[in-house]
DNA sequence: CGGCACGTTGAATGCCATCAAGTGGGGTGG
DNA sequence: CCACCCCACTTGATGGCATTCAACGTGCCG
């Protein structure tokens, strides 16, 4: 079996980097401890501190924070290949929460576990750099949307985004991508209230540029759909200039 | 004359560890190449690519990113002892700009430099890392206020963080600060209208809260403030687990 | 069967954007 | 020295986008 595909973290790594047999070795070992999520129960609670880090391998889990009025704003969304609570781990207790929105399998990653595998393949603690790097960038571009894109282009950018990042991990296409969020998720994503959100939907699909429905999302006509949410994905997929080849 | 006070960096690391006589002259040291900006002129725009880091010694930059309807979204204000494109100068191109709101001098520094000082002194790493993972806790917060608060209340909490920041390189406490930006600058950062802006900070004069006059903010009643503006700054000011004692 | 979560739609309210007009200070040039 | 302009701020009027409240539909599961 070919690593690339038991593995969405060399996956994504790998579209940016060329990995060698080494560090594609070195990577699947940090995918020993593994460990299993419901959906609904909190992994981390906003507040905890001392908790591991967590590569997610299957599953999909959202990072948020709640406010005191009960109001939730969700960060971001993990989907498998990404890191979760890895600054965290490092420097501080946990600012936010992360729940499992299906069930997950995800790797439990130490500090030390990731010093060693620095040490051993350098080239992977840049590149790792840089899929940190790139979850910043999204992150300022959600910041971007929630405050200053109307409530189409907002859904629109958010679904074109997260196909792509699928897409990277051979989850998706131009065509669509299977998606477990409830329509309450992307309001608390998109500081929007559900009921809007599926205004928001239906009018996508009255004019025929996407339909989310039954856990999936198909886009009608991605190009036009792309140009009404301004969306322009340069910020998710630069290379890695200090890294061209080995 | 005491090199924390000719230097907010040293001033804002050394709140949170210990630092030595070593450590101070070593940050002294990479504030050799300094420059200076004038107000209005970006420092680095939107897509550049090749250039260099800042350790910003006085004056405030915004960073901002404009879209294609001409909006803008400022993502982040730097103050005294900031980092400005720290993350781009190690990985990528930038894919926002900098714009300098009052004349500011800023040090160049090179990835190198960098890397030659944390090689000397390690623990000015781990102090650096904390101080970007406080920036990524306030983008959030930033994130959770433009979603989630009303008008006032976002305005509220952002004069408040800005404070707590001010405070911590000696330039503002809890009676209030001084202030450079315009309201356009505050619409642009909280997803508002310049208009809208104006009126809440009326309001917010009108229940004897906060004035914000004459590039002047003073807080008349800081707890009060705090408490309508859901202000609790623990993501601020955690201290550094790792670093506790040399 | 009832309960529950998610989705859907209608109606009314309200927050905030937009448009518009006017004030006042600071700088510039005649 | 004054006229002029520009920028930041201010205030009023109007309207729209999104929230809130409410009700109902549907599928799933105990």
């Known amino acids: 079996m070919d690593p690339c595909d038991s593995n969405p973290l060399s996956r994504k790594l790998g579209a940016f980097v060329v990995l060698s047999g080494d560090e594609l070795s070195i990577l699947a070992a940090l995918h020993q401890r593994r460990r299993c999520f419901v959906a609904g129960r909190d992994l981390v ?50 600012d936010h929460s992360f729940e499992p929105i299906v069930d997950c399998e995800a790797a439990e990653v130490s500090a030390s576990d990731l010093i060693v595998a620095f040490e ?4 992977l603690a840049a590149a790792v750099l840089w899929a940190a790097s ?7 571009e959600h910041l971007v949307g929630v405050g200053r894109r109307a409530a189409d282009a907002r859904v629109a950018h958010f679904l074109l985004e997260l196909c792509s990042r699928l897409a990277l991990v051979g989850l998706g296409n131009r065509e669509g991508f299977d998606c477990p969020l409830t329509q309450y998720h992307l309001a608390d994503a998109l500081g929007l209230s559900a009921v809007h959100v599926n205004r928001v939907l239906r009018s996508l699909r009255e004019r025929k540029l996407a339909t989310f429905r039954d856990n999936h999302v198909c886009f009608h006509d991605y190009d036009q759909l792309a140009r009404m949410a301004g969306f322009d994905d340069t910020y998710l997929d630069q290379s890695l200039p200090l890294l061209r080849r080995p």
Chains 1, 2 share one sequence.
Do not use: N
């Open 45 to 94: 609670r906003q507040g905890q501190s001392q908790h591991a880090a967590y590569i997610l391998a299957s599953g999909w889990v959202c990072s948020y924070k709640i406010q005191a009025d009960g109001s939730r704003q969700i960060i971001d969304f993990q989907i498998p290949g990404d890191f979760l609570g890895l600054r965290s781990v490092l420097l501080r207790t946990s």
């Open 120 to 123: 051993q393949a350098p080239r």
């Open 134 to 140: 790139r979850d910043e960038a999204m992150l300022v």
